[in-house]
């Protein structure tokens, strides 16, 4: 439980120099402050981030924390143009490294000497592991709990903390609650496992068995041979790290985030760490403890007029925070520190722990003297921006302010309160707000996380996890939920849709200018607004960017723009001349050189300022991206080809089915004018009697080997493929009253586009009438996807009608076998006595006369039932 104190942050002091537009929340003031490089020019910037500490593998918490860094970065480098220095630390010397590293150490060499199961020694050791976990993680559990009553014994104890309660039986559960349902999950893996190997070793397997123990045999391990581990055999630790640090910038790559431009390791660094802390000793301001290790002296920092927590003062004394900050190696107890806050600047070494000589003894470094010892190297005494998750504000970023301005400052601990140096040795701290799971945030301690490797495969995109950070900005936290992952989705499918439709607007465009025909370029009122909007939108998004990263702001703006566009197009493409596509184009764009800085484009390495519209490469060839330079002409002709050539044959073999017909007749006149078209692309379709074939001929007269770009390329065949096909289906309409001809065409048409050229990454857009087609690249996997949606929407539709038909048809049954009863019959039942000479009841079973609002009522019934014993009398007969 934290024991925080209220206490108020301590003065900032602003940066002098060259003001920017830009402001940015500073958590130093825990307000928006004008940002100010300390660069004389305003051109330079210095920025330092924390790195992760390399023991295990990267979940959705650190891509949270690294994309929505790499956001901001890019926008400072892209946008605002600053030169940024980039600089990450790599924390490969950490108890967390100490301990995993020792661990899986272990139990490799113990799987080595007892790979088999069926060696006694394995259960034996297994069956200690599992009471040792059970005493220090799980104590309400008796001691000695049987592996095979594990499950029933666990549930009774920890029932209320299954069930949603709390350890303490009050408020909402937490991190507390979530650690006990961990360790409960842990052991019950390995109960089920231990005690099939007991009963049945046969039903499971050595990797079986090591898979679900894994976790208890570790730690069981560790603490029975972990201080054997000599302090110079950096090997067992070094192993682990290097493949987290190799895993974590390849996870880096497959996020579309930037390298830092300089990387630093704490194992490259220790001399300068230990520089650093005989610094801060020889100022006062750390002292020594009998056991070797040094720490860093607050009340004689405060004394000498500096503030201490800078960043959370009111968690100075929490206690959790404070151990936390320490690392699980730190002695709890015996250590001789002048204050219980004091941290570690320089541990002293204990067996089992890697160590480097130090004028104090065999040691390593602290965690937090780590990054000042570091960033002191590389930047120097002040720098413009740090940054790091939330979550490490306090005590490390504190602890690191402090200790830097230690070291920076130019008096001593003899410097009073009255004469204070105040160093600022950070002017902007910027922390990434977390990303939860059902409340909790995610932790590899808690297990309850999900890798980044994991994500990208089964759930997400790169570009799909920057959408939600970048609506749901870079401070705020942020709660994973279906709502937001169909917020992001629905964001990038309004984008996708406008490039799509852009870009092949453009094209078609192209194509006509291409032909030698002057596209007309008529500037009405209509586009003169949407360039104004354009003016608009890009000083929305200029307010946004300049207002802290607003990128939810930014983003909002981005999709109102499109809207607006988008409606232009539709409204443009009904007028005859069609509106021009200059505003649009030029929207286009520029939401593309947005969204490259926002590294939303995978395919970019930032803004090229040029003309492209879109984001990735928007080949059509699918699967075939990759390598696609590499295939020759006729092999892209033949791609393209092959499904015009089919369809073509389809419609000469439709046609030849139904001689006389007027339209079949049409239908081989466009069959052979198309034939002739094709000539001006180098092929020639060779008719064959009477199979109404076709042999396809390439023959090209440039000589080309290879095809540089794929979309060109498609376009030469695609052009005349939609315009043939658009043929067919105006034909078709014109005929559909007429001829049943028709009708199959129109179904031929629809099944080129939707089966036909989906794997080629093409879709062909049917306009209204009189507008040909409009040609788009969209990725295959999509248009599967789209196929697939409107597949089960129909199917749905028709499961509706089909049961709104059986319902139907149930009501007409109940209605008829309803009527099949008399109405002079209906109430001749033991309720009542006597009728009249129709049937309706006048007296009731005791004799009472029939009230006159009752007989109403029934008469109203005897009504109804006759109508429907009429119609039953009818449908009997044979009548209507």
Not at 454 to 466: M, V
Request: glycine content about 8%; overall charge neutral; hydrophobic content about 35%.
């Amino acid at each position: 439980m934290s024991t925080a104190v209220s206490r108020q942050q301590p003065p900032w002091h602003a940066p002098s120099g060259v003001v920017s537009r830009l402001t940015v929340y500073n958590s130093l003031t825990r307000t928006k402050n004008k940002f100010v490089p300390q660069d004389p020019r305003g051109k330079e910037v210095t920025w330092y981030c924390c790195g992760p500490t390399v023991y295990d593998a990267g979940h959705l918490g650190h891509a949270r924390n690294y994309i929505s860094t790499d956001i901001l970065r890019r926008i400072m480098r892209d946008y605002f143009g600053y030169d940024v220095l980039f600089v990450m630390n790599i924390t490969d010397v950490d108890d967390k490294i100490i301990v995993r590293a020792r661990q899986e150490h272990f139990l490799e060499e113990f799987k080595q000497k007892h790979s088999c199961i069926s060696d006694p020694v394995v259960l034996d050791t297994a069956l200690s592991a599992f009471h040792a976990y059970a005493s220090k993680n799980l104590p309400r559990l008796e001691k000695g709990v049987h592996p095979g009553s594990y499950e029933k014994e666990s549930a009774k104890a920890y029932a209320s903390i299954l069930e949603g309660g709390t350890v303490t039986g009050q408020g909402t559960p937490g991190d507390n609650e979530a650690k006990l349902k961990m360790h409960i999950e842990t052991l019950s893996s390995a109960s089920k496992a231990i005690n099939t190997a007991m009963e049945n070793p046969s039903s499971i397997s050595d990797d079986e068995f090591y898979g679900q123990t894994g976790d208890i045999l570790q730690q069981y391990l560790d603490s029975l041979y972990g201080t054997s581990v000599g302090h110079e055999e950096y090997g067992i630790f070094t192993k682990l790290t290097q493949h987290w640090e190799r895993q974590f910038n390849e996870d880096l790559r497959s996020l579309n985030c930037l390298p830092p431009d300089i990387v630093t390791r704490v194992s490259e660094y220790i001399p300068e760490n230990v520089a650093f802390v005989e610094r801060i000793v020889s100022k006062g301001f750390a002292y020594q403890t009998p056991d070797g290790s040094v720490y860093f002296d607050i009340k004689a920092f405060e004394a000498a007029g500096n503030n201490y927590a800078r960043l959370e003062p009111w968690n100075r004394n929490d206690k959790e925070l404070l151990a936390d900050g320490e690392g699980s190696l730190t002695k709890k107890s015996g250590v001789e520190k002048r204050s219980d806050a004091d941290f570690a600047l320089w541990k002293s070494s204990k067996p089992g722990e890697p160590s480097w000589p130090s004028p104090w003894g065999l040691g390593r470094p602290g965690w937090h003297i780590e990054c000042s010892a570091m960033c002191s190297k590389v930047l120097g005494s002040q720098i413009d921006i740090h940054s790091g998750g939330i979550d490490l504000a306090f005590p490390h970023h504190d602890n690191e302010l402090a200790q830097s301005e230690a070291y920076w400052t130019e008096n001593g601990s003899n410097c009073t309160a009255k004469t204070p140096q105040n160093h600022q040795w950070v002017n902007y701290f910027l922390h990434m707000g977390h990303l939860s799971i059902s409340g909790s945030k995610m932790s590899k301690s808690l297990k309850n996380f999900t890798t980044i490797r994991s994500a990208l495969e089964k759930q997400w995109t790169a570009r799909g996890l920057r959408i939600v950070f970048l609506l749901g900005g870079w401070k705020e936290r942020i709660e994973v939920t279906s709502d937001v992952a169909s917020a992001a989705k629905s964001w990038e499918a309004h984008v996708n849709n406008f490039f799509t439709n852009v870009s092949a607007l453009v094209t078609e465009q192209d194509g006509v200018s291409e032909s030698g025909v002057l596209v007309p370029q008529p500037f009405q009122e209509e586009e003169h607004q949407l360039w104004k909007q354009l003016k608009e939108a890009k000083d929305k998004l200029d307010d946004a960017l300049c207002d802290s990263f607003n990128t939810p702001a930014a983003m909002g703006t981005i999709s109102s723009l499109i809207s607006e566009a988008n409606a232009y197009i539709t409204t443009g493409q009904k007028q005859k001349p069609p509106l021009g596509l200059a505003a649009v184009k030029g929207i286009a764009r520029w939401i593309t050189r947005i969204l490259e800085i926002f590294g939303l484009d995978t395919s970019s390495s930032g803004p090229d300022g040029g003309d492209r519209i879109g984001w990735g490469s928007g080949l059509p060839i699918g699967s075939r991206q990759e390598g696609t330079s590499s295939l020759t002409t006729r092999e892209v002709t033949i791609r393209y080809l092959q499904p015009f050539s089919t369809f073509r044959d389809r419609m000469r073999k439709l046609a030849a089915s139904h001689p006389g017909l007027q339209i079949a007749s049409e239908i081989l006149q466009i069959c052979d004018i198309t034939r002739e078209d094709l000539r001006n692309v180098d092929v020639y379709f060779e008719d064959q009697f009477p199979s109404h074939r076709s042999l396809v001929r390439f023959a090209p007269k440039d000589g080309a080997k290879k095809f540089p770009d794929s979309q060109a390329t498609a376009l030469r065949f695609v052009r005349p493929f939609s315009v043939f096909r658009d043929k067919m289906r105006q034909l078709a309409i014109k005929n559909t009253k007429s001829s049943p001809v028709a009708q199959q065409v129109l179904s031929e048409c629809d099944k080129v586009r939707d089966i036909d050229l989906t794997d080629l990454g093409i879709y062909l857009d049917d306009r209204e009438a009189g507008q040909p087609a409009l040609i788009k690249f969209v990725p295959k996997e999509q248009l599967i996807a789209d196929r697939e949606e409107r597949l089960a929407g129909a199917a749905e539709a028709a499961r509706k009608k089909e049961a709104a038909k059986l319902d139907r048809e149930r009501v007409e049954r109940e209605k008829a076998e309803k009527g099949r009863l008399s109405h002079l019959e209906m109430f001749r039942t033991s309720e009542y006595k006597e009728w009249d000479e129709e049937g309706i009841p006048i007296k009731d079973a005791s004799g009472e006369e029939i009230t006159k609002s009752r007989g109403k009522k029934l008469r109203k019934d005897w009504e109804r039932q006759k109508r429907l014993h009429e119609d039953w009398l009818k449908r009997e007969s044979g009548g209507e």
